[in-house]
């Protein structure tokens, strides 16, 4: 007991292992992982060599008092079921599965339960991570938590219903972003004869300058808009242009992920449906 545990150590429990454990925050001594594949987290123990590595939950389950769970979402409830008897009913669980809901982890774990939606930038300690609570955990089990999070991130709460529209804004927004700006440098790159790498190179370092100008002057869209595209001026074209087209593709954006993520909860319902 009183470990720091984590079942699943893919792209995000990867990202969140290390975080913690670079930050400090952790210690290796307190830390225990289990991976699916062995193989995959030998690895940890060259550099956190006091770190418990397994391929066994029940022994993460048996040893953690704050629990991750980051498996897939169609993982996450035969996860819970296989170490359900393992779990203290201290045990603080954490989800930070999108479309697993609290209600569905309840339904196997009745105790202290959080969801946290991390974000990829996390690797470089930027970036949100949503956070909700059931009403069991406690005041020092969640600072305990924020301790943790708010070391790689910044911590947001948001009220559960909500949790599919902010995921878009933080934990899908970098792979969305990344879309939407490639296809401006692909754009651009069809109008000139600038490398692909350079244009890459002009357009992250203008997306870091506008998200620090915005940040450090407390700059709001409307008013950067407003700023850059003056009446009459080149750029008053480009954004005429954006605001045709983007609100209908951003609405089908919402639209597919929405769904997407709807279809998901069915099949965890039908999980726990089938085994009830
Ligand atoms: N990727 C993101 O940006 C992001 C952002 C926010 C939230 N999330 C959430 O984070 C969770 C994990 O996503 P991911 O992108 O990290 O997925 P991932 O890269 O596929 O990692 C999942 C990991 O879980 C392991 N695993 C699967 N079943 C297991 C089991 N029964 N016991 C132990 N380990 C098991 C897999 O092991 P193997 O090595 O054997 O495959 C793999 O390492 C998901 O629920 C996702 O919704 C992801």
């Not at 406690?138 to 070391?151: C, H, S, V």
């Not at 792979?175 to 490398?195: N, P, Q």
């Not at 409307?222 to 003056?230: D, F, M, P, W």
Request: proline content about 2%; charged content about 25%; overall charge neutral.
């Amino acid at each position: 007991m009183n470990k720091t545990g984590f079942i699943g150590y893919g792209s995000m429990g990867g990202m969140l292992i290390n975080g913690f454990l670079m930050s400090g925050v952790l210690g290796s001594e307190e830390t225990v992982v289990s991976n699916r594949t062995m193989a995959k987290i030998e690895n940890l123990a060259q550099e956190w060599k006091e770190i418990t590595l397994t391929t066994d939950n029940r022994k993460v389950a048996r040893e953690s008092d704050l629990l991750f769970i980051c498996v897939r979402p169609l993982d996450v409830l035969p996860v819970l079921r296989e170490i359900k008897g393992d779990l203290a009913n201290s045990t603080h669980l954490v989800s930070i599965a999108g479309c697993v809901t609290i209600n569905d982890i309840e339904s196997i774990f009745p105790g202290q339960v959080s969801k946290v939606i991390p974000s990829i930038t996390s690797e470089v300690r930027e970036g949100i991570a949503l956070v909700c609570h059931n009403r069991k955990v406690t005041r020092d089990r969640i600072e305990y938590l924020e301790k943790f999070l708010g070391a790689i991130s910044r911590v947001v709460h948001v009220k559960e219903n909500d949790f599919e529209v902010a995921a878009d804004f933080t934990s899908c927004a970098p792979g969305m972003i990344a879309a939407i700006f490639d296809c401006f440098v692909k754009a651009g790159l069809r109008h000139s004869e600038i490398e692909s790498d350079t244009a890459q190179r002009l357009i992250v370092s203008t997306l870091f300058g506008t998200a620090k100008l915005m940040t450090e002057k407390g700059i709001g869209f409307s008013e950067l808009i407003g700023r850059v595209a003056t009446k009459g001026g080149i750029t008053e074209e480009g954004v005429k242009v954006l605001n045709n087209h983007l609100p209908s593709c951003f609405d089908e954006v919402f639209l597919k992920t929405l769904s997407k993520h709807d279809l998901v909860k069915e099949m965890i319902k039908n999980q726990r449906i089938m085994v009830s």
